[in-house]
């Protein structure tokens, strides 16, 4: 067998982490970083040592009980993306076909490319308003065919899939043999009332990763989380004695303290989504150069700018606006960007502007 070629790198993260610096930062998807005073810790929670051979038993815990399942299906990972590289490292082995969406987020298939997977992609399509089509997956399993990688909320465009296309999607990998993974960090967004769900079920064949990251501010805490069945999430603990060994325990302690905190969190939140989302579409919403939809949940959109590839546009736009998005070649559609609504309200709207008097001039 000849193998893929291995990926050594992620191309996002590292534009992420160096080229997105502007004024106007709106090339985030995550809502933008709370303050150690909304966790209001105590001098326990600061605590540098405990007992976390595998897991924090508390941290553990609160996210068993935040999803109705036993602790055996929790494994707990530095972030939504450690969680991923911690679930593609067991269950997927150099040549393994994994069928992916198509767009999807780089860092997915970078990481599955680093563990040499032979990946296979589907489509979700702009016309179809990005919707998770299970017929567009089911006939693209082979008896091959390992994983299926999903996101949900899509990223990058916010699509949320609908209950039956996952389950349709979940029985049809079975009869292969293949687990599906689900990356439901962007989920989180969802939870208004502050009851969460989640597609993973102890008994089947979903494997569903997420962290605090994304929905609440809290990218520092690096609180990700694995659902597995049993199994599974054994040796996803076993196998992170080669990877990380043992979290930083003040994080685990403030992690704990976070949730006991959500639904303040939860509100800061929204509060700045729902004002940015309708800045956008009183912005940018009907703009004739974007062709867009523009969902009720999520923190991005994912227009396709007219007459121009996101690659210029995100140039443009920081080296004459001071703002920054995300090209649309860092998912596989180079004509579109990706703008992020989780920032300060005040700061997203005079971004939004920018972008508005970019496309106008």
């Known amino acids: 067998m000849i193998l893929p070629a291995r990926a050594m790198q992620s191309d996002y993260m590292n534009f992420a982490k160096l080229r997105v610096a502007a004024r106007f930062g709106l090339a985030s998807s995550g809502v933008a970083d709370c303050a150690m005073a909304d966790l209001a810790p105590t001098l326990d929670d600061l605590a540098l040592h405990g007992p976390n051979a595998y897991g924090f038993a508390p941290l ?17 990972a530095g ?3 450690f969680a991923n590289h911690l679930a593609f490292a067991a ?10 969406e198509d767009p999807t987020y780089e860092l997915l298939r970078a990481t599955l490319g680093y563990f040499q997977a032979d990946l296979q992609t589907f489509p979700r399509r702009p016309a179809d308003d990005w919707r998770l089509d299970p017929h567009a997956v089911i006939e693209r399993l082979t008896p ?8 949900n909320l899509h990223n990058p465009t916010g699509a949320l899939a609908g209950e039956g296309a996952v389950a349709a999607i979940a029985r049809a990998a079975d009869r292969v043999g293949a687990l599906v993974l689900i990356d439901e960090v962007y989920r989180e967004l969802l939870f208004r009332s502050g009851e969460a ?5 102890p008994d089947g064949n979903i494997v569903v990763t997420s962290s605090l990251t994304k929905a609440y501010g809290l990218s520092g805490l690096r609180c990700g989380w694995i659902l597995a069945p049993a199994g599974a999430a054994e040796r996803m603990r076993r196998l992170n004695d080669l990877f990380a060994s043992l979290p930083p325990h003040m994080a685990e302690r403030l992690s704990v303290r976070a949730f006991d905190r959500l639904g303040g969190l939860r509100e800061r939140a929204n509060a700045m989504i729902d004002a940015n989302r309708a800045a956008y579409r009183e912005i940018l919403g009907e703009h004739p150069r974007l062709e867009q939809t523009v969902f009720d949940q999520g ?8 007459g121009a590839d996101g690659e ?3 140039q443009r736009l920081l080296a004459d606006y001071e703002t920054s998005v995300v090209p ?3 998912f596989g559609c180079p004509e579109h960007i990706r703008i992020g609504l989780g920032g300060d309200p005040a700061m997203t709207r005079s971004g939004l502007e920018r972008i508005r008097a970019f496309l106008d001039a």
């Not at 769900?197 to 079920?201: I, M, N």
């Not at 923190?299 to 007219?306: E, G, L, M, Q, Y």
């Open 328 to 330: 649309g070649r860092f």
């Open 312 to 314: 210029t546009v995100y």
């Open 79 to 81: 972030g939504a993306s």
């Open 197 to 201: 769900h989640t597609d993973f079920r």
């Open 91 to 100: 269950l997927v082995s150099p040549g393994d076909e994994v069928l992916i």
């Open 60 to 76: 553990t815990d609160r996210i068993a009980g935040r999803f109705g399942v036993e602790p055996a299906h929790v494994v707990a």
């Open 144 to 151: 091959r065919t390992r994983l299926v990688v999903l996101t």
């Open 299 to 306: 923190t991005t959109v994912f227009p396709r700018v007219a």
